[in-house]
Each structure stands twice: as C-alpha cells, then as structure tokens.
C-alpha cells in the first residue's frame, strides 16, 4: 500500500501574485522588506489522496525588536490550521515574519 | 528504505546528515514545486532592488531539507510529528546547506515511542545557520501497525 505523507510547507498552485511574485493571500506590509523568521510545524494526522483541506488564520503576537544590521524589525506570528472535509485537524503551522524597512 | 526501530535509537544517536549544495536552478525548481514565484529567491535584479546580494534561499527550504534529512532515517513507518526552525543567518544561491541532528531525548507518550531530537543546518564555513528541533514517533519491533 502506497502511503502518502505530505508535509504542509507549500501554498495553493492558483492564489494570485503580487508583481514581486509573492502570494497576496500572505500577510504583508506594504514599504517594507519581508523574511520569515521561522516556523514550527505540528502535524497531526496523515494527507490522504482525496482530502479536501480548508485552512484558517489566525495572529498570536505582533512586536518590534531593534537590530544592528537593519534597525527596527516588526515580527508578526500567525498560526494557520489545516483542517479536512470532516474537520479533522491534519497540521498546524506557527510562522513568524519580520518586516524591515 | 530500512525500517528503524525504537529500540535500535539512543539518547546521543546521530541523524545521518543531509547536504544540499544550492544554486539558481535549485531555487527555481523549489520555487515551482512549492509555487512560491516571490522574486526575492529566483530573480537575482529583484533580489540586489531589495538590497540583497544575490538571490536568498527561502526559509522553508531549510524546513524541507531538515525533513528530509528525518524522514529519510525514520523510515516509512516513522512519523515526524513536530518540526520547529529558525533561520538565523540569511544564505544566498551558492551556499552549501549541510543539515545534522542528534536524539536528545527518548520516551513514552499517549501510546506512542516517541524520540526529541536537536538538529540544525550548518553552511559551508561550518556556521550554524538554522537552529531547529524535531519529535518523531517510531514503532517498537514487535508492533503488527503503527501509526
């Protein structure tokens, strides 16, 4: 038997872009620069051929820190939980982004 | 793919390491297959208009290569449950990712086997560059199924 395991760490094929090619379902803010800070992944149940995930946001903390190579640093953390059609929860997703200038 | 066990894992065990040496091509084919076209990744112009010196290496690819350097050694029947990373220091198309990890801790968890292991990803000068941790679950070898 064929197992699939999928790990959550990609975006929908048909979201739009932004002319600098990022999706704009993402959280952005415009005039700024944008890395992701990091992530922490827990998956909870396997992807199976067939599902039908909804996923919905939802942001934890926003705060500034200050840096010596770029200034002042805006950190936004979201969580994203990925559900299937009988509302299982299959994985969830704590990304932070940091906005600088 | 070998199956590995429970029992055959100690607190100290090494991960065998994974080593991604990355360039332009890497970045857009990981930009297609995780359809991320941010230009910041595969546009060496966009990248230096956004004061970079060349095209960065997006963070999930660190995620993805760590994963891969667990799921590669947990076997089919493992099951990584928990990945957390950060990435510290920003690398550019023409770095060397180099992931390693080790078993810090071994236990018993709502009837699973369960294993907390430290990795990172290291570059070519030897400098850590993301600092991450893991949970995967293993079957012990005389389970019939494990999930």
Redesign the interface.
Known sequence: ML?Q?I?L?????D?E?GD????LTRIALPGF?V?????????LE?VRPGDVISRKRKIIDVFERDSKKVGKIIFIVYDTTYTNQEGKPLGINRE?LMFFR | MEQLFFEDVEVGTEIPSVVRKVNLINLIKYAA????????H??KE?ANK??FKDV?I???YF??SL?KMI?DWMG?RG?????????TI?CFAGDTLICKGKVMKKYQEAGYNLLDCDIWVENQDGVKV?PASATVSLPARDEMCHE
């Open positions: 197992r395991h790990y760490i990609s975006y929908r094929a979201t872009t600098d090619g990022r999706d620069r890395a992701r800070g990091g992530n922490e992944y827990q998956f396997p932070t | 297959a995780t359809w991320n076209l941010f230009l910041v595969i546009d966009f956004q004061g960065n997006p963070a999930s995620g993805a994963a799921t089919n099951r990584l449950k928990r990945l957390s990373y950060r990435v920003m993301a």
